[in-house]
């Protein structure tokens, strides 16, 4: 596995050595998912908090593999998002709260499911097509199935939203507390579990295959990589991710409102990757704790400037640090780093 | 023996603009062809047609007697036919490492691979690292593709092509843009291909094309001109007429074509 930790540039063993040693784990993030679970800790009162950011970055995540390794811009993201969360929400409602049904685990594989084999329909609308038609049959598509969230009533509660989500303990052993310890600790694994798979995934050849489809298209089908066919495996990737990340919300929350495939959403987790900073997994992560972080503090101090500090934050990010907030990071770690390599 | 790849009536409009008219083609296995013609005879837009980046508006072309008029660009990649670009096509935040390690994965058909990471596989990383070596690029291959100088850029577009082990390889003005002192290294790099591959050069440069080619095929407004020998189309009136008129006569007379020829 890839489970290998170093923190030490590798000796040159090979040409490959160079390659392989970028798919190593690094102590930084390491440190950020030990700090993750030390919150259970350090800031017990604030789980809702750190669920929601979790399932958040999970959101931006699914994004990330999109837009920032296959280059697919998108702002329907949402629509799988509440896919995942009915799909996980009708399973836990009509599974009567008993195992197997109403298990959890069992409700994000059906919000992968379903949330892929929706993207997996779409995923053809978009292959064809610039940035700009992307963008608009993505958010057609968003615009579709919220309506039609809205006009089924009968399955999804329409307006009133889906009440009586009930899903039984995680895999028959941990129940859902009241503090919502449980429903943190269930999805940082989550998360967790999915951030792993991303990871090899973006550090293979297959992921490669994806940069250099973004990087240059021509050129990718000139050395034979079927690219229609790539692009279909990571939207349905990525709307899996983003049923998952759906189905997290509706069974932590237990509650599933229209409001899970709005725009907004959509264009919030667009803003935490842009934040955090595309084409590096951790963007995901990082854009979505600043991005609560900064909602927590700002919005409950001056409710009504929300949008005008979101705006600055925009703003300043825009002209002075294009990567975001991994584009910063990287920037400074190369400007310590560069005289400890010339003195060696 | 069957030609590697073969055109019959090749036809592609634009609109109202023949950009390639009636062309009929054959590339035997190992051949060292030229295409030259002036500019907007329609060289490119053939090219673009045999890799797949254009369809043709009729007739079909043949790669190792398989009909891929209607192929897509990758599949034909996959099938052996290689290219390079006139104006560099490549992945500028790669390393040439990288470029070259995924355009073997692709050729080996392990790129869709995505459990472990990119340089396990320590035979294609060789490889690469191979073929980086011999085409000049060792000392560059962990850089920026993009932060490359010009030349470089020019011998990894090669390096690509090259890297799947085509049957056919398509040579676009490999030279274009490169510096006199550079050009030498590139043209080492041509002659130094495999035997059996067939290459198909386009070049403007003379002296580049009649070092290299033991046939040639002269494109005019689309159409073949003339096709022959390096010395048939030196001595062909047409072209003096057409073609050579442009491009100063007495560019023939230098030694070397001579030796060429002979």
């Known amino acids: ?32 998912w030990l700090f993750a679970i030390a919150l259970i800790w350090i800031a017990p009162s604030r789980y809702l908090l750190f669920n929601e950011i979790a399932i958040l970055a999970l959101l931006a995540l699914s994004i990330d593999l999109v837009l920032g390794y296959a280059g697919i811009v998108t702002l329907g993201q ?71 969230g809205n006009k089924l009533e009968w399955i999804t509660g329409g307006a009133d939203g889906l009440q009586g989500v009930l899903p039984a303990p995680i895999l028959g052993l941990f129940d859902f507390d009241i503090y919502g310890r449980n429903a943190y600790l269930y999805s940082l694994c989550t998360l967790f579990v999915l951030f792993v798979i991303a990871r090899a995934l973006v550090n293979s050849p297959f992921g490669l295959s994806l940069r250099a489809i973004k990087g240059n ?22 709307a899996a991710y983003a049923g998952i990340a759906g189905a997290l919300l509706a069974q932590t ?34 854009g979505a704790i600043a991005f609560k972080a900064m909602y927590d503090v700002l919005a409950s101090a001056t409710p009504e400037y929300w949008g005008f500090w979101l705006g600055l934050a925009l703003v300043l990010l825009v002209l002075f ?21 010339e003195r060696t | 023996m069957p030609p590697v790849l073969e055109t019959k009536a090749l036809h592609k409009n634009f609109g109202g603009l023949t950009a390639t008219n009636n062309v009929t083609f054959a590339l035997a296995a190992g051949a060292r062809h030229a295409l030259i013609g002036p500019n907007g005879a329609g060289k490119t837009t053939f090219v673009n047609l045999l890799s797949g980046v254009l369809t043709p508006t009729s007739g079909t072309i043949y790669l190792d007697g398989t009909d891929v008029t209607r192929w897509p660009a990758h599949k034909r990649a996959g099938a052996g036919l290689a290219r390079t670009f006139q104006i560099n096509q490549l992945f500028a935040d790669f390393t040439p490492l990288e470029t070259i390690v ?79 002192s550079e050009r030498e290294q590139i043209l080492d790099v041509v ?8 290459l198909v050069l386009i070049e403007h440069d003379m002296d580049l094309v009649f070092r290299f080619a033991r046939s040639l095929t002269v494109l005019v407004l689309g159409g073949v001109l003339v096709e022959g020998s390096p010395s048939e189309i030196v001595n062909d009136p047409r072209v003096r007429q057409v073609y050579l008129g442009e491009l100063h006569v007495e560019g023939f007379s230098r030694p070397h074509t001579g030796a060429a020829l002979g």
């Open chain 2, 102 to 180: 995924l355009a073997m994965s692709q050729a080996k058909g392990i790129a869709s691979r995505w459990l472990r990471p990119v340089g396990t596989d320590t035979s294609v990383v060789n490889a690469a690292a191979d073929l980086l070596q011999r085409l000049m690029l060792a000392d560059v291959m962990h850089l920026r593709v993009g932060s490359l100088p010009y030349g470089k850029q020019r011998l990894l577009e090669i390096a690509i092509a090259v890297a799947s082990e085509p049957k056919v390889l398509l040579l676009d003005e490999p030279a274009a843009g490169v510096p006199e």
């Open chain 1, 217 to 238: 298209v021509t050129r990718a089908r000139a050395i034979g990589i079927p690219v229609e066919r790539r692009l279909v495996v990571i939207y349905t990737v990525g």
């Open chain 1, 78 to 148: 949402g629509a799988f998002f509440g896919l995942g969360a009915y799909t996980a929400g009708l399973m836990a409602k009509h599974g009567m709260g008993t195992f197997p049904w109403s298990d959890p685990v069992l409700g994000l594989i059906g919000a992968a499911l379903v949330a892929g084999f929706i993207g997996f329909l779409s995923s053809f609308l978009v292959l064809r097509g610039s940035d700009l038609t992307r963008l608009m049959v993505t958010l057609g598509v968003a615009l579709i199935v919220q309506e039609l």
């Open chain 1, 253 to 286: 929350t237990q509650f599933v409102s229209l409001d899970v495939l709005s725009f907004e959403r959509s264009a919030d987790a667009l803003l935490i990757l842009v934040f955090g900073g595309v084409g590096t997994l951790y963007g995901a992560l990082i």
């Open chain 2, 191 to 198: 002659a130094a291909l495999p035997g059996e591959m067939a």
């Open chain 1, 1 to 32: 596995m890839t489970s290998v930790i170093a923190d030490t540039p590798i000796a040159s063993a090979g040409p490959g050595a160079h390659l392989v040693a970028r798919a190593r784990w690094r102590w930084p993030e390491v440190l950020l």
């Open chain 1, 321 to 341: 640090a294009r990567g975001g907030i991994m584009g910063l990071l990287r920037a400074l770690q190369e400007r310590f780093a560069r005289p400890r390599a």
